[in-house]
């Protein structure tokens, strides 16, 4: 067989069975997509009222928080925006954190609501000193809230919240916390850690397709969002709030997704939130381990769980990866964005992913590396040792 022949054949069945490593839509695992081929009940029915309900409740024990979680039918930004517009008002003055796309994309939130805000610059692929944030908010006592990401998906780093919330809390600055790649991947305790808001999406750690996000507001930060602040409709969470008890919801939700979070949940429940962390832990160790002994470096130098983002071996161009990935293995993984196009790419872990993925991985990576000029073995070694090990 020539190599056309291979990688055309290799094209065919990516198309039917496309291997998602990326981080965000992640793969969707076969109970889910079952759950999603039902016929939708009517959403203005009991028995979607009850579901509803449901949901909602296992999504708020899934935050660990006493407090009140709001579906909202939009992808991860919108549940970001609900946050901005239901907590601030205009006369607020906001700190953002911004290491990465996602850092910005609050900073733009922030921006096209008028927000005055001060911003700490982390360099791509690091966390935030949480000293720098304290001495931040005490050159700024006019401060009312913090908006950070917790895992930066643009650069596979993660920020060290539990820390921040220590620094918040006290204060009484409202801490909202982006956690749309870590959700179901790292522990964020809310009401422990003392975070007031939790955003998330629901095409990553929790496996269904996009289209549905959540916002959850600790008991201590319930009152935040009675208030008069900036203008919103669609996602004025206080019309949810009243509709909430009843199982309604003011506008039509994405139904198929809700019963697809269930089902979602329901895995996470029986494998076990504890495991399915310490298997997301397992998942990014060996990953980093075996592509380390490839060749590939690590981007992150406080790397998240959630995803690997690597440059590749010198001399080898990380599109030229990419692409080998796609056509010859049928892998998708992303690439780098902005200044790191070009330069690294992403490869997403999160959802139902296994020791045989990592396997998988590794196998076309060592291909890729020898077919792009760096030749290298033990990559499967090395995830082996570390998935063991961690
Ligand atoms: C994916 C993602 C988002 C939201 O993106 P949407 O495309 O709106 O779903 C926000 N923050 C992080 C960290 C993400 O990974």
């Known amino acids: 067989m020539t190599l056309t022949t291979a990688v055309s054949q290799a094209a065919t069945r990516a198309a039917t069975r496309a291997r998602l490593f990326t981080p965000g839509p992640v793969e969707i695992p076969v109970r889910i997509l079952r759950a999603l081929s039902q016929v939708p009940p009517h959403h203005r029915t009991e028995v979607f009222r009850a579901t509803f309900k449901r949901v909602t409740e296992s999504m708020r024990e899934l935050h660990r928080t006493q407090g009140e979680l709001f579906l909202i039918g939009a992808s991860g930004t919108g549940a970001m925006e ?12 906001a700190l953002v954190i911004v290491g990465g796309k996602f850092g910005e994309r609050w900073m733009n939130l922030l921006k096209a609501y008028g927000v005055a805000f001060e911003k700490i610059d982390v360099e791509w ?18 401060i009312s809230a913090l908006f950070s990401t917790h895992s930066e998906t643009s650069t596979g780093a993660i920020h060290d919240i539990e820390t921040i919330a ?14 749309i790649t870590s959700l179901g991947i790292h522990p964020l305790p809310q009401d422990a850690w003392g975070v007031d808001v939790v955003v998330c999406g629901s095409q990553k750690g929790l496996m269904i397709p996009p289209g549905l996000a959540s916002v959850s507001l600790a008991p201590f930060a319930l009152s935040a969002f009675e208030k008069d602040g900036l203008p919103r409709f669609y996602f004025d969470l206080r019309k949810a709030r009243k509709t909430a008890p009843l199982g309604e919801t003011p506008w039509t939700p994405p139904v198929s997704l809700v019963l697809a979070l ?22 990014a160790l060996s990953m980093r381990a075996g592509a380390q002994a490839l060749g590939f470096k690590l981007f992150a ?8 983002a690597l440059y590749p071996p010198d001399g080898v161009d990380a599109s030229a990866v990419v692409k080998r990935l796609r056509d010859v293995h049928g892998i998708v993984v992303a690439g780098g964005q902005d200044h790191l196009k070009g330069k690294i790419f992403r490869i997403g872990h999160m959802g139902c992913y296994d020791l045989g993925d990592v396997f998988t991985m590794m196998g076309a990576l060592e ?24």
Do not use: F, Q, Y
């Open 82 to 93: 609900a946050a901005v517009v239901n907590l601030l008002s205009p006369s607020d003055k």
């Open 125 to 142: 692929g690091h966390a935030v000193d949480p000293a720098l944030v304290e001495r931040t908010l005490k050159a700024n006592p006019g």
């Open 166 to 179: 220590k620094i918040t809390r006290p204060r009484g600055v409202k801490l909202v916390v982006d956690a």
């Open 262 to 283: 269930e089902e979602a949940l329901a895995m996470i429940s029986e494998e076990g939130l504890d495991n399915v962390h310490l298997r997301h832990r397992r998942l």
């Open 301 to 308: 130098a406080n790397p998240s769980h959630a995803l690997t």
């Open 367 to 390: 291909e890729c590396a020898g077919a792009l000029g760096r030749p290298a073995k033990g990559g499967t070694e090395a995830a082996h040792h570390a998935w063991a090990t961690a």
